[in-house]
């Protein structure tokens, strides 16, 4: 599938060499865009961009989003900006608030800044799920959110209303995309704060009991990355001007408990390797800042934007696990 608008512009992906960001580098160089990648590699790793620096259409800047100056630099001659630099997990945004805000909040307005100052046309960024907080409603419409239930959270939220602020006072354009629970190849199963799939693959392919936090029935609308891809490249390249300056969830409008994912993820694992399909979970505490489930309503990012999931989480599941038996 090509998108119009994007063979041969440019396009700066801030945190491109991240999980989510080296595979939308990927996306985007076959479809002909020029890309820039800006990372300071903190959690994003160089080997990410391996396939990338082999084109002569891709331009790679370290930097930190944090730096003013270098957002500017950065945002010089590009057509669209799409933000993926952040700090990511509750865990980690609830151990060092300061550093969650100064990346995901300040970062971010300097990017707006840099993107007003050098006359982008569009601004897509990444939000999360995580702003509908305590707002107990299933499943999650764009219009209901909740209290903040941890700082990583909040900063999301603060981010959703500077790009609108950006767009009533400057006339910057932005799309903002609600990830729900986003998983897929690349995705670092190493580190203290490593999402669930990652590190429950990593466990299991070392036939160790992986740690469910909580009782297993949690839920969550998993979204494989291909999904996320393809909606990042539609609110890029749409025209519609009703989806500018909007934000939408992207998920699959599923829902699978911890529990159930951990066996789905061993099924597929157990294909490469059956002494897998021996390996039983441990249950833990839960964690703090944790909503108990998250189910999307995308029904607004199909009107407006053409979404349309191509992979179930089931379907996102059997690719992912054949990714990290061949790569862990």
């Not at 609830?94 to 707006?112: C, H, Y």
């Not at 939220?157 to 897929?184: K, M, Q």
Request: charged content about 20%.
């Amino acid at each position: 599938m090509m998108f119009k608008n994007i063979s041969g512009a440019k396009i700066l992906v801030t945190g491109g060499a991240g999980f989510i960001g080296s595979n939308l580098t990927d996306f985007l160089l076959k479809q002909q865009a020029q890309v820039t990648v800006i990372d300071n590699f903190s959690t994003g790793k160089k080997e990410n961009l391996s396939d990338a620096e082999k084109s002569d259409k891709f331009t790679l800047i370290e930097g930190d989003i944090r730096d003013p100056e270098c957002c500017l630099q950065a945002a010089k001659g590009m057509k669209y900006i799409v933000h993926l630099a952040a700090l990511g997990s509750v865990p980690r945004s609830i151990k060092d608030p300061a550093t969650s805000v100064a990346v995901n909040v300040s970062g971010f307005v300097n990017i707006l800044a840099a993107a007003q100052q050098c006359g982008a046309d569009k601004v897509v960024y990444a939000s999360s799920s995580s702003v509908y907080g305590d707002a107990p409603d299933l499943p999650k419409v764009e219009s209901h959110t909740g209290k903040p239930l941890s700082p990583y959270a909040l900063t999301k939220a603060v981010d959703e209303l500077f790009a609108e602020n950006f767009h009533r006072v400057y006339g910057l354009d932005s799309v903002g995309l609600r990830f729900f629970n986003v998983f897929g190849r690349r995705q670092d199963p190493h580190g203290a704060y490593a999402a669930v799939i990652p590190k429950f693959a990593a466990a299991l392919l070392q036939h160790s009991a992986p740690v469910i936090n909580g009782d297993g029935s949690f839920s969550r609308d998993f979204t494989y990355v291909d999904n996320v891809l393809q909606a990042i490249a539609l609110a890029v390249a749409t025209e519609n001007r009703e989806a500018v300056n909007q934000v939408y969830n992207v998920a699959c409008g599923g829902r699978m408990t911890l529990t159930e994912l951990f066996e789905s993820l061993r099924q597929h694992l157990a294909v490469f390797d059956p002494e897998i399909a021996g390996v039983v979970p441990q249950y833990g505490t839960e964690r703090a800042g944790d909503i108990p489930h998250s189910l999307a309503d995308i029904s607004k990012a199909v009107r407006l934007l053409g979404y349309k999931p191509e992979f179930s989480a089931a379907q996102g599941i059997a690719e992912t696990a054949k990714w990290y038996f061949d790569n862990l």
